[in-house]
């Protein structure tokens, strides 16, 4: 109706006044004419970073990185049933997944701001790497239309190390960096979708001890993910060796949970119980870590982020201004506030987690209070569920009936 387009109008003019309100900042443009390689990690989980496996560490390379980074613990994924291409959707063109299905594969035609097309006007070279059929997730005609220079697929890989669904994210990061090196194009943009620790996890890799676990799917889910860990051990070091290090903003999240919810297989690990909050958070909980160039800016950020505020923060990083894109995400490294909202209605803001039930009635479920991981009252999270449910609304819009072409006629206008 008349009405609900100009309520969408409305929502996204506010969300770009915020954008442009981070362009003053003065992170903005302070990468500008960096490389960017962007790893997006199969369902690597937050809970997995400085945790102990019978006292040995199962992400040792990752550890020392997100000190050597600006880390944010409070990262959330924002997806739903098209799994990793959600996450791909969520962080290159900062609007939601659909409810069923995939973006990818239910409206690749469609128009949006994703960030290749943005930073290929600014002078960059754009390539995607993943090591498995390109037809998978629809990602030939997506990244079609996303505009990606290239995107190498299984084709454009030597199967020397087969593992799991594919070649391990050991050979398929040298090679990854071997396309980059071959292209010769800088500043580069490039994405990296790993695929070693996909489910069910069972690799064959059993390098940690992992006591009890041997033999569930969660310590199988740790030997894979100790596996990826070491990869990306492996992939810093040939970005020194390549001459890569000191020009790149090395970018890496989790894509979406690991679908594991044996909860005394996690009180194993944590050797203690896990409470009523962790149940409700830790599967949604993926990391997130910007390394930027000599460590500048490393520290922790608290501050509640999701996959959708990735490209916006990349385009402040590089001096892009995003303020007219049709984007929802603000920038993380911003102190604009903004909430995370999730597909099924649920948020947070960093102080309060809705997780709404199924009945989808409005604001009904549960409050947390973020403090003390106790339920707070539904009161408490009524005006957020409300927002949140606005907010789902105004990109179901979008995505849904391509209206990015008419918003861009609309402000070309004003
Ligand atoms: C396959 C890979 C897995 O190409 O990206 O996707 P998922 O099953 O995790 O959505």
């Known amino acids: 109706t008349e009405e609900q387009l100009k309520e969408t109008k409305d929502w996204m003019k506010e969300r770009q006044k915020l954008r442009q309100q981070t362009e003053q900042e003065p992170i903005f443009g302070a990468y500008k004419g960096k490389n960017v390689l962007v790893i997006q ?15 040995q560490e199962i992400t040792p390379n990752l550890n020392k990185l997100i000190k050597q980074s600006v880390y944010f613990p409070n990262f959330y994924h924002q997806t739903a049933n098209g799994r990793t291409s959600d996450a791909d959707f969520a962080t290159s063109c900062s609007l939601h997944p ?5 973006v990818f594969i239910r409206f690749a035609g469609h128009t949006f701001d994703c960030l290749p097309q943005v ?10 790497h993943h090591a498995y059929d390109g037809s998978f997730w629809n990602r030939n005609n997506m990244y079609h239309n996303m505009a990606y220079d290239k995107f190498y697929n299984i084709k454009d890989f030597t199967l020397d190390e087969k593992l799991g669904w594919s070649i391990g994210d050991k050979s398929f990061f040298r090679q990854t960096v071997e396309q980059l090196k071959a292209r010769n194009h800088e500043p580069f943009y490039a994405m990296a979708i790993t695929l070693s620790s996909h489910h069910p996890y069972t690799i064959g890799k059993h390098d940690l001890n992992i006591g009890s676990l041997t033999g569930k799917t969660l310590g199988n889910y740790i030997q894979a993910t100790h596996y990826v860990d070491e990869a990306m051990g492996e992939l810093v070091d040939l970005l020194k060796q390549n001459g890569l290090w000191d ?3 090395l970018m890496f999240y989790g894509d979406h949970d690991n679908s594991i919810t044996d909860w005394n297989d996690y009180e194993t690990l944590f050797g203690r119980p896990v409470t009523e909050f962790e149940k409700a958070t830790i599967l949604k ?11 500048e800016h490393a520290g922790v950020i608290d501050k509640a982020v999701g996959q959708m505020d990735t490209a916006p923060t990349i385009l402040q990083l590089l001096g892009i201004p995003a303020g007219n894109f049709q984007q929802m995400g603000i920038s993380m490294m911003s102190p604009v506030p903004k909430p995370v909202v999730f597909r099924n209605g649920g948020f947070t803001d960093g102080n309060v987690y809705f997780v709404p039930n199924n009945e989808g009635v409005l604001g009904r479920g549960t409050c947390f209070n973020m403090k003390n991981g106790t339920a707070a009252e ?4 009524q005006p957020g569920a409300k927002d949140a449910r606005l907010e789902l609304q105004v990109s179901d819009r979008i995505v849904d009936h391509d209206l990015i072409p008419a918003l861009r006629k609309e402000a070309e206008k004003q």
């Open 98 to 102: 659909v409810s069923s299905g995939s």
């Open 41 to 55: 990690a199969e369902a690597f989980q937050t809970f997995l970073l400085n945790q102990k496996v019978n006292g």
């Open 378 to 381: 539904p009161a408490a999270c």
């Open 119 to 128: 930073v290929k006007a600014n002078g960059y070279s754009a390539t995607v």
């Open 285 to 295: 909980k993926v990391p997130f870590f910007i390394h930027l160039p000599h460590d």
């Open 247 to 249: 020009n790149t903003i």
